[in-house]
């Protein structure tokens, strides 16, 4: 008797171990907890600025250039038996004031080549800066006196320069590997002039009239 009250009390036990082996684990496993709710801060986003452009204003087209206009040409009255040669007058219009350099422009593009136009235009050779040498001063061999003129036929005083068969200038020459040597190049220098020549440099005129 006693052996059946313990086995009627037993047997709950040992069946509800059985059914709990009977049934999947995801079954039994406790719930999991809640998740606990993160705050979340939604930015509110700024609205990008408008840039409004400014209407651009109308471009008028600009005025078509007139074109230019022929300038034009002074009559020649000439004798026909008489020189018909070209002259400086052929190549000025009416009401034209051309520079020198202007005339002898016009004078080489229309072929010619004597005369004004044999020699260079103003400003194109400007004159040589050296030291001054006076007409009275006995020069010594080697050394020679320059003279020049400005663009408007003013004399510009002499200035001393070494004489091409200067044994200075031929040495520089022969280094050089040229049979002379440029004007320039043999302006006297301060310190190898003359013994006895006063050091001074001369001052080249202005012009006398830029515009002619």
Request: aromatic share 4%; net charge negative; proline share 16%.
């Amino acid at each position: 008797m006693a052996l059946a009250l313990a086995f009627g009390a037993g047997l709950p036990v040992v069946w509800t171990w059985f059914e709990a082996g009977d049934r999947p684990a995801a079954a039994i496993a406790p719930a999991p907890a809640a998740a606990t709710a993160l705050p979340v801060q939604i930015a509110a986003a700024s609205p990008a600025p408008v840039q409004v452009a400014a209407p651009t204003p109308a471009v008028e087209p600009a005025p078509a250039a007139a074109p230019p206009r022929a300038a034009p040409q002074i009559p020649r009255q000439r004798d026909p038996h008489g020189d018909q040669s070209p002259d400086i007058t052929d190549f000025i219009n009416q009401g034209e004031v051309p520079t020198m350099a202007d005339v002898i422009s016009r004078l080489r593009a229309a072929g010619v080549t004597g005369g004004l136009a044999a020699f260079n235009p103003p400003g194109t050779k400007p004159p040589l800066v050296g030291n001054a040498v006076s007409a009275d001063f006995e020069l010594p061999a080697g050394y020679v006196r320059h003279h020049q003129f400005t663009d408007d036929g003013r004399p510009i005083e002499a200035i001393v320069m070494f004489a091409p068969d200067h044994p200075s200038v031929l040495a520089a020459a022969q280094a050089a590997g040229r049979d002379e040597l440029t004007a320039a190049e043999r302006v006297v220098p301060p310190a190898l002039l003359p013994p006895g020549l006063p050091v001074r440099q001369i001052v080249v005129p202005a012009p006398a009239d830029p515009g002619r």
